[in-house]
């Protein structure tokens, strides 16, 4: 037996450095987690407690429809008209295991193999996994701190002829918003161009200024994932949703029947208690501890040598440059977590061509551990940052 060819890809670093801070652990080490993207709070309470109640009255909690539970989905059209005052037909829901389910069903629903895929860098690396798996074309875009790193109309133009844009707003790893100007300015030039938008606002609800537009302020066009790992604080659950146009729900539909049959039942109903005033509230509680983090990522990093720190408008991640502190990512990080007990991410998850110059911080904690973590960083940078 031999691997497959399109099995031939990157790791995702951040789990490896995982992986390594965990062992560390385990052999009785305290680690200081700034590597994954997640946070350290429980869920919300009214989530526990649906399952809960569910469990004592129907212990079977059997398949649901592919399309998810309909209360489910009334429950996220409600989120849509809170944030962004927008009515949304429930039936353009779709539940799915995670926004990295919604990955694989929006390109796979919208694209055949070949076509043609851009994304910005530094990015999310499932995004470009996932398209090279599913044998569609990565347009890399190569964005620089000027535009956010964000892609823009004229870089657009640059890439050449497109199927599809993933866009992220706020962005993995650099917390980057798109905002009202800019979205508007790439929905129309994507309309005009025939590209179909897919927009991950798995971060929406987290921002430190104005709240991130959605792209279906603007437009009906486009695919939106999104997820309750993130502000909902529900990582493990394995719960997202999307929100599609009219015509692509039943295509999706026959593709998330065969690859998943259903998104996970108790899930489920865990998202509908997430959605209720106490499970906002509770979300929303976080806010602060994650705005205070930021802050003292933001104030230090510069005074101890990282370079061109992107805005952080939103998200809960630092990305920075690593200056003259080191030439490799990996050397630098992987010296970080042996030497001071802090996991952080190499910067090549995010950008392959770049990334050997920059890490991701992840502050999705409490203040105190990311106080610690900024003490130890300042003594491995003073200790002259040891391999
Ligand atoms: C930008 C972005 N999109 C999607 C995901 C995947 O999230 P989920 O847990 O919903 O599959 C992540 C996880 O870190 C992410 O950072």
Redesign the pocket.
Do not use: E, H, L
């Given at each position: 037996m031999t691997p497959s060819k399109r099995s031939d890809i990157p790791p995702f670093y951040a789990l490896d450095v995982f992986k390594e801070a965990l062992a560390a652990e385990a052999a009785g080490r305290d680690v200081i987690h700034m590597e994954v993207?997640e946070p350290a709070f429980g869920a919300p309470a009214s989530a526990r407690r649906r399952i809960a109640e569910a469990l004592a009255g129907d212990s079977t909690l059997g398949y649901t429809s592919g399309l998810g539970l309909p209360a489910l989905r009334e429950a996220i059209a409600g989120l849509y008209q809170r944030r962004h005052g927008l009515v949304i037909d429930p039936g353009r829901i779709i539940v799915t295991t995670?926004?990295?389910?919604g990955?694989q069903l929006a390109f796979l629903s919208l694209f055949d193999a070949g076509q043609r895929v851009a994304i910005a860098d530094p990015s999310?690396p499932?995004y470009r996994n996932i398209l090279s798996v599913l044998g569609l074309r990565l347009v890399r875009i190569e964005a620089e701190l000027e535009s956010r790193y964000q892609p823009t109309p004229a870089l657009l133009a640059e890439a050449g002829p497109l199927e599809g844009l993933l866009i992220?707003s706020p962005?993995?790893p650099a917390g980057t918003v798109l905002d009202r100007a800019a979205l508007g300015a790439l929905v129309e030039h994507c309309a005009g161009a025939g590209v179909t938008i897919i927009a991950?606002e798995?971060?929406h609800g987290l921002t430190y200024g104005p709240a991130a537009p959605s792209v279906l302020e603007f437009t009906d066009e486009a695919v939106v994932?999104n997820?309750?790992?993130?502000y909902f604080t529900m990582?493990g659950w394995?719960i997202?949703w999307m929100v599609v146009p009219e015509r692509m729900v039943r295509p999706m539909e026959r593709l998330a029947q065969n690859l998943y049959i259903s998104a996970n039942h108790a899930s489920q109903i865990g998202g509908i208690g997430a959605l209720e005033p106490e499970g906002e509230a509770e979300a929303a509680s976080h806010m602060q501890e994650y705005a205070t983090n930021r802050q003292a990522l933001m104030a230090a990093l510069p005074a101890l040598g990282f370079s061109d720190i992107a805005p952080c408008d939103g998200g809960f991640y630092v990305y920075a440059g690593l200056g003259g502190l080191s030439a490799d990512s990996r050397v630098f990080c992987a010296g970080l977590l042996r030497h001071e007990g802090v996991a952080t991410t190499p910067g090549l998850d995010f950008d392959p061509v770049r990334g050997t110059g920059t890490l991701r911080l992840s502050f999705a904690q409490s203040p105190e551990r990311i106080a610690e973590g900024i003490r130890r960083i300042r003594a491995y940078v003073e200790a002259g940052c040891p391999v």
């Open positions: 993207g995670g926004s990295s389910a990955f999310y499932a992220a962005a993995n991950d798995i971060y994932i997820s309750f790992s993130k990582t394995r997202g």
